[in-house]
Structure formats: C-alpha cells, structure tokens
C-alpha cells in the first residue's frame, strides 16, 4: 500500500483507498484503546492514590503516584526494542496485536488489585507491576503504530494520516476523561467514586483492548514490510542494525526530547495542576482538561496537512520558538487565575505551539530510516527520550511544587523545548529528503 492503485482509465481505485482506510482505521482505533488504558491511571489518579499511598499531605499522595506513572516509562526502552524487532522482523500487525493484548493484562491488575488496607505494601507493588506491563505494551505501541500509519498512507499524505496517531493518542486521554465526567456527573456519587468507581475505568479498558486485539487480527500488512522481506531475511539484529544509523538516532532524541516534556507537562500533569495550583474544583478541572484535549485533537491533522504542504521542518522550528519563548509566560499566567476560561485558553494557547511537535513527529522519525529498521528507529530511541523527560515531567513538576519551587519547573520545560530547537533548526526536512522508499 506504499502507492494508490490506478484503474486503467486514470482514476484513483476505490477499492484499494477503501483498504487504505480501513486499515488506518484500525491501526488508529487500536491505539486509542491502549492510550486510553493508560492514560486512565492518570485521569483517576486523585481517587485512587489514597487507597494505594496513605499519606495526610495530598501532594505526597499525588506524587507517589506520579512516580510510579514515571515507573511506566522506565521499560518502555524495553518494549520499543522487544515490539520494534518484532515489527521488523515479523511484521506491523503482530506486534501491534501483541501489544494490545499486554496492555489489557496491565489494565485488568489494576482493576481487581486489593487497597493498602487490605494488603499492606503489596498493594502499590501490584499496581508498579501493571505500571510496567503497561509501559512495555505502549514502548511497542508508539514505534509500530507510527510506522505502520506512515507506511499506509499515500506519500504526498503522510503527515496528514500520520497525524491521526496523535489523534488517537489524545483522543485516548480524552475518553479516559469523559469516563471520569460520566462517573463524576451521572453514575455515581463522589463517595462510591472515592471508595470502588475508580475501578470502572480500568475493566472499561480491559474490555476495549480486548476488542482492539481482534479488529488488528485482520489488519492488512504494510506492502513496504513485504518488500523489504523479498529481500530475504535479515542478516543481523534490530539493536545492531540500528548502529549503522547514530545521525538518525541522534535526531530522533534530540526532536523528541523538548516535546514529549511540553507534551506531558500539557497532557497528563495539567489534571493535577489545575486542581492543585490553580484551585479549581474535581469537576471544573476535568471539564477544563477535556476543553483543551478536544481543541488540541482538532489540531493535529489540520497540522499534518500543512506539513504535508510546506514541509515538516517549519512546523518543528514553529514549536521550538514558541515553546521557548511563551511557556513560562503561560504557565507563570495560569498558576495565578482562579477563572476556569482563563485557564481553558491559557492551556489552548500552548496547544497551538505544541500541535507543532505532536502531530508530525511520528512521520518524521519514520522517514528516518529505511523499512528494514523503521519500527526500531522509531521506538526505541523515543522510548528512551520519553523515559527520561516526558514520563518523568509530573514528578519533576510535583517536586518543585513540594520544595516550595514550583516556577523552576517552567524553566526547565522551556529550557528542554530550547535544545530541541537546536536540533529543529539543523536537520534537513524529511518530507523532501525521506528514507521512505528505502527498503534496505
């Protein structure tokens, strides 16, 4: 599916964009499940923390939980490498199936482990062990989903329908949200939501992965994987091919590291810092959350399409510069207003700089490296950046806040977005210089 068919009198083939389609929209469904599954953890984090870290101080609770949020990131290493060596070697589909179905045994230990009161010490233990499952299922998960939707798609709309891996992924948040809006709002009163409703959300998951698990079955393969495989099989592992390619590797840390710590700072840590630092209530902080998630979906694929207009270099330079310059101002802002709205178009504001990074990094790391290694090169050296500055952006955030230093962590975001640019405004533009056609 590397090109569209053409019928014989010059027309595009329905049939086979019909294929297209479908196939990104499983690739996509799939990876909201898994984001969804993992993003739940965060979403009920407030709830949930009391039952698993006994502490008087909520900040204590909060970050606790956030380390073992951070524990998740740790072996994504590891499963980027484990899933993206499948990827290469055996295919797209069987490692984004086999994903899936780890991040539904994650979500399941969640759901059924018993509370600290019950069993001790044994209680956060089960849920680090899940926080791992989790984390080696979504290291996979990134690198195979972003090359397989790279691959799909036609070549002048990669960006484009590369973007909807950060559709999913946000939308993965969002629903995870919804669910928490629903509980809060019509099922279930603050007491039963404190006490076992925080349950709900991960049995949701675990029955959705389950789904995803059987709609990727039946996912077609990508025809640059059964390309590259005409080759004859390969002479050398994922990990070593990857040596051959440090520039590309380089670049991928590099372009990954300021955006993944904007990314999560404005994602997964906004939840506790409206609620903790702004002040606003359970329910206003979610619908403020949701507010900005659904405006920064809206985003990626109007900036895939731009990219795959003007390139993907301006939009990677345009998140640069503005993150730099406007994160403190913003953050500074919105640690001091107690308006809901303010803190809805503050947030929105950093989605239109931030858009810039999420909704094409994937295309661009896949356009990196040749079919042979595009899955390893792609999962694992972002892993690896995740794990150290954006898994790791709440706990920082929440360690400051404890040490009485709260506005030293918007310094350090902006400063992280800053190096990023270094590398931004250095690398050549993908779109016009792709490995994409390379199947060695």
Not at 260 to 280: D, E, I, S
Request: with cysteine; glycine share 8%; aromatic share 14%.
């Amino acid at each position: 599916m590397s090109e569209p068919a053409i019928t014989a009198d010059g027309g595009m083939d329905l049939a086979d964009t019909g294929r297209r389609l479908k196939a990104i929209f499983i690739g996509s469904v799939g990876n909201l499940v898994e984001w969804y599954d993992f993003y739940a953890y965060t979403a009920f984090a407030l709830y949930f923390a009391p039952h698993f870290f006994p502490s008087s101080d909520p900040v204590v609770q909060q970050l606790n939980a956030a380390t073992l949020f951070a524990a998740g990131f740790i072996v994504r290493p590891l499963g980027g490498w484990l899933f993206g060596h499948l990827a290469d070697r055996y295919g797209r589909r069987l490692s984004l199936t086999l994903s899936v179905v780890m991040m539904c045994f994650g979500s399941l230990i969640i759901a059924v482990t018993p509370t600290y009161a019950s069993i001790g010490f044994a209680a956060p233990v089960m849920l680090a062990l899940a926080r791992v499952i989790e984390g080696l299922s979504l290291g996979g998960e990134y690198g195979a989903s972003a090359t397989y939707l790279t691959e799909i798609a036609h070549p002048e709309h990669r960006g484009f329908y590369s973007s909807f891996q950060y559709v999913t992924l946000i939308g993965g948040q969002l629903t995870a949200i919804l669910v928490l809006l629903l509980l809060q709002n019509v099922f279930l009163t603050h007491e039963q939501l404190v006490a076992w409703g925080w349950r709900i959300p991960f049995v949701i998951g675990a029955l959705l992965a389950i789904t995803a698990m059987f709609m990727r079955r039946h996912m077609h393969e990508t025809e640059a994987f059964v390309e590259a495989k005409k080759a004859g099989p390969k002479k050398e592992s994922s990990l070593r091919g990857l040596t051959r390619y440090p520039r590309e590797v380089s670049i991928v840390v590099g372009l990954t590291a300021g955006g993944t710590a904007a990314f999560y700072t404005f994602t997964t840590y906004m939840q506790t810092f409206v609620k903790q630092t702004v002040g606003l209530s359970d329910i206003t902080t979610t619908y403020v959350i949701a507010g900005s998630l659904i405006f920064a979906l809206i985003l990626q694929p109007i900036y895939g399409w731009i990219s795959d207009r003007i390139g993907r270099k301006p939009l990677l330079v345009f998140f640069g510069l503005a993150g730099a310059l406007l994160t403190v101002p913003i953050l500074t802002t919105l640690s001091h207003t107690k308006s809901p709205w303010t803190a809805f178009l503050l947030i929105a504001g950093a989605w239109v700089f931030v858009a810039g990074y999420t909704s094409i990094n994937a295309v661009v790391k896949a356009e990196l490296f040749p079919t042979s290694i595009r899955a390893t090169g792609v999962a694992l050296p972002y892993a690896v950046t995740v794990s150290i500055f954006g898994g790791t952006a709440p706990a920082i955030a929440l360690f400051f806040k404890q040490q009485g230093h709260e506005q030293w962590f918007y310094y350090y975001l902006a400063g992280m977005i800053f190096i990023s640019l270094l590398v931004y405004s250095t690398m050549r533009d993908t779109k016009h210089e792709s490995a994409m056609h390379r199947h060695d």
